[in-house]
């Protein structure tokens, strides 16, 4: 569990954001076997107002469409709404590393939703297993929040996460534009 200080109005920015894309996953909830849930990006604008700018799964397609949002289309979001906070919500294969393995290859992998929460010095990481049943529609396990918390690690430009993940390019640049933007 974190203890959040409750005068810390980032804190509260996150939660607000936090149960707003817990709405999203459970509107966006597949009614098929083979369905997923929609990849999303969510922010608090500058007057405190969660705005969602629609699904962002066109983006996630490809190496090439995912680094193309990472580096224009999320600055420029974080940018226009001056925002003080965003959610990216997606899901993943999960795995023990091994060389040369990505995760989705691995006998191993966990299917996951989650859900990332950034300020500019605050951040927190939700995630939930993906159950399957080739006849049901897929159910998604409880949320676990993991503490996240800031590094000199994460402030590192996108260039130096690359190899850690497909998301962790976006994170950075997210944390990056946040920082520029309510630095003003």
């Known amino acids: ?20 894309a817990f ?9 098929t076997p083979e369905g997923d849930w929609v990849a999303a990006l969510m922010l608090v604008d500058h007057n405190g107002a969660i705005v969602n700018p629609g699904s962002v799964r066109q983006f996630y397609a490809s190496p090439e469409t995912l680094e193309i949002f990472g580096t224009e289309a999320l600055p420029y979001f974080i940018r ?3 925002a003080k906070a ?3 919500i997606a899901t993943a294969w999960w795995a023990n ?11 191993d992998r966990r299917e996951m939703v989650y859900i990332n929460l950034i300020t500019p010095t605050e951040e927190r990481y939700l995630h ?17 929040d993991a503490d996240c918390g800031l590094s000199e690690e994460s402030a590192r430009p996108p260039e130096d996460v ?4 497909r998301s962790a390019p976006l994170l950075a640049a997210a944390r990056i534009a946040l920082r520029e933007v309510n630095a003003q």
């Open 128 to 144: 939930a297993p993906i159950a399957r049943d080739p006849n049901l529609p897929p159910e998604l396990g409880a949320f676990v």
């Open 86 to 88: 965003i959610c990216l």
């Open 23 to 31: 709405e999203h996953v459970l509107a966006t909830t597949p009614e």
């Open 80 to 82: 226009q709404h001056r």
């Open 1 to 20: 569990m974190i203890v959040r200080d409750p005068g810390n109005q980032q804190s509260g920015i996150l939660d607000r954001l936090a149960n707003a």
């Open 97 to 107: 590393p091994a060389p040369g393995k990505r995760p989705s290859e691995m006998p």
């Open 162 to 165: 690359r190899r850690r993940g």
